[in-house]
């Protein structure tokens, strides 16, 4: 897509109806693992992590996925919203969900602007320009110390009470069905889980609606997509918001579950790990990004104390890896392999 | 006044750096249609050669400007062979991704060994003085850095507009398909391009350490401000990257003394301008 058009970036992946049946069991696989995670002694705060990153992801790949823009600076608007969020629930009191809706908007705000410059580029030039103007954002946050703590970050937002009523940190004291203890951060738990899961649906939703399809239509040939009569530009502009939104979504849960926001996430390494969880887990794919998601985020928290500096050595072995002989990822090699036994 | 003159070389020599990779880029997209993010981590490499060189094995510094292109060329060649190679039909932004891979790499492996502190590398004895010019005190090794990059670039420029051979480098870069049928081999000229681009993004390295701190960081802060000097300038056009590199450092210069806060960003923000005015960039072909 030099400018001009040329293979399309996706990898195929056509779910026959067997397939369909697979996925539909992977997914409540998946979910039901989710749904008990907390019960069976995995670490809270480690999935809800990888969740508010698999929502990251899972709104990267509607932009690389479907509509084969490549941003590479979608670390921009998880930060922003990040900061906007963690700034209102600790400077200005306001209860955690108005935070998030503020973070959201902003950088939804920030996409509208940045999309409206970048999308006058295409192919390698947009992913370049999308990298400056996130660097920019990355040197606004640096040194608007009074609000964003400069290379501090901003640190001790409360989690606070969802709607006023519900505390977010902490557990209920009494068990469940009066035996099982409730472990802590469970409250916490099922909100990301419940954003997570309608991220999910709602980008289902997207791709699979008539506006979905000439996204996709985008993506495969440009040129006969505008030769169809398609405002390509304004298809286009309406994803990277979408997807700047949803970053920022991601970015704004992260800032509540973790209680802080922090320059690293504004750091062109972050826009990186994006577009490899997307790549790893499968590009096009639902499942996909999540499963790339959890993989990476799995990676650093288990090798980060053993070995150091060397797990940005090991990212970026698995980038190298997975270009040269693995572009359809995992998800996307699972639905290859799968064609390739039906049609034998 | 002589703050403001100082200012304005340092720019100057910033702009030179910029010049010099953007240029590398330039070539390197046009031949083989890889942005390669790796040319932050090869000039950063290019510094590392020569203060290892300097530390290890008492390489001086005119050696060092010599070998470390070298070495770090050579690297390019393999990077070309082993990774580069297998991506020229797929799409492009595979060869921004595997690059983005090795810089990763290479900034660890260097993280891990030097941390992320800075080394100093002593100025050549011959260029640690200062000439007064009457107007302005102006530091030797600024002087020469400037020239001699204006030097490399306009022989460069020299090399691929004017000479038979960089006719054939032209050629290849509209089709590779008919300069291969008129007997040239292609895959080796593809080779060598990428190591001259390294071995320009290492020289600018070297001619970098001594008036920077060598860090393992200071390749990736580069390459995205020399990615939006390509955007600016548009890398259709290697005079074109030459100005608009030197150009966008003298700004930040001005940018330091008049309004310091946005010299980390007056980059950005001119590429956003020009993008809103003239989205093909300054130099560039494409409407």
Not at chain 1, 1 to 7: F, L, N, S, T
Not at chain 2, 40 to 51: K, P, Q, R
């Amino acid at each position: 897509m030099a400018d001009g058009q040329a293979i399309p970036v996706a990898p195929i992946a056509h779910p026959a109806a067997s397939t369909a049946q697979l996925s539909r069991l992977g997914l409540a696989v998946g979910l039901a693992i989710l749904v008990l995670a907390p019960f069976i002694g995995l670490y809270p705060v480690f999935i809800m992590t990888a969740l508010c990153y698999a929502i990251f992801a899972c709104a990267f790949n509607l932009l690389l996925g479907y509509t084969g823009l490549l941003s590479f600076g979608h670390a921009a608007y998880f930060a922003t919203a990040a900061y906007m969020c963690g700034w209102l629930v600790r400077s200005a009191g306001l209860p955690p969900e108005l935070g998030i809706v503020a973070g959201v908007a902003t950088s939804a705000l920030l996409g509208l602007v940045v999309g409206f410059i970048a999308i006058r580029r295409q192919g390698i030039y947009f992913a370049m320009t999308t990298l400056a103007l996130a660097e920019m954002a990355y040197f606004v946050f640096l040194q608007w110390r009074s609000v964003t703590g400069g290379e501090d970050g901003l640190q001790g937002v409360p989690r606070g009470k969802l709607l006023g009523t519900i505390p977010l940190a902490g557990a209920p004291h009494d068990k469940l069905f009066g035996v099982l203890p409730i472990p802590d951060d469970v409250v916490m738990y099922f909100v990301v889980l419940a954003v997570f899961v309608a991220v999910f649906l709602f980008i289902r939703r997207i791709v699979h609606s008539p506006y979905g399809q000439v996204l996709k239509a985008i993506r495969e040939n440009e040129p006969r997509a505008v030769s169809l009569g398609y405002d390509v530009d304004r298809y286009k502009l309406l994803a990277f918001v979408l997807s700047t939104a949803i970053a920022g979504l991601a970015g704004a849960l992260k800032s509540i579950v973790l209680g802080f926001a922090s320059l690293s996430d504004a750091h062109w390494s972050v826009s990186g790990e994006v577009v490899l969880m997307t790549l790893l887990g499968g590009m096009g794919t639902f499942a996909g990004p999540v499963i790339g998601a959890f993989t990476i985020i799995g990676l650093q928290n288990l090798l980060s104390d053993r070995v150091g500096e060397w797990v940005t050595v090991i990212i970026g072995a698995i980038f190298v890896v997975c270009v040269i002989a693995f572009r359809r990822g995992f998800v996307g090699e699972l639905l290859a392999w799968l064609q390739r036994r039906k049609r034998q | 006044m002589q703050v403001f003159l100082s200012q304005l070389m340092l720019g100057l020599v910033n702009g030179s750096f910029y010049a010099m990779l953007s240029l590398g880029l330039a070539v390197i997209f046009g031949l083989l249609g890889i942005v390669n993010f790796a040319h932050g981590a090869l000039y950063m490499l290019g510094a590392y050669a020569a203060y290892i060189g300097l530390e290890r094995f008492g390489i001086n510094y005119w050696v060092a400007l010599v070998v470390a292109p070298i070495v770090i060329g050579a690297l390019g060649v393999v990077i070309e062979r082993l990774f580069l190679r297998h991506l020229y039909k797929i799409d492009p932004i595979y060869g921004l991704l595997l690059t983005f891979g090795l810089a990763l790499i290479a900034e660890g492996v260097l993280r891990y060994s030097f941390g992320v502190s800075g080394q100093t590398y002593e100025k050549p004895e011959l260029l640690s003085g200062a000439t007064d010019l009457g107007f302005m005190v102006l530091p030797d090794y600024r002087a020469w850095v400037v020239v001699a990059s204006l030097v490399v670039c306009l022989g460069t420029w020299f090399l691929i507009e004017r000479t038979r051979l960089g006719a054939t480098l032209r050629a290849g870069t509209e089709n590779p398909a008919l300069v291969q049928a008129f007997g040239i081999n292609v895959p080796l000229m593809v080779t060598l391009t990428y190591a001259g681009g390294a071995g320009l993004a290492a020289l600018a390295g070297v001619l970098a350490a001594p008036v920077i701190q060598v860090t393992p960081l200071m390749g990736s802060s580069l390459i995205i401000i020399v990615f939006a000097v390509v955007v600016i300038g548009g890398m259709g056009s290697i005079l074109g990257s030459i100005i608009t590199g030197l150009a966008l450092g003298l700004v930040e210069g001005l940018t330091k003394v008049f309004y310091p806060e946005a010299s980390s960003i007056v980059v950005f923000v001119i590429m956003a301008i020009v993008l809103m005015v003239r989205p093909a960039g300054l130099f560039g072909k494409e409407a």
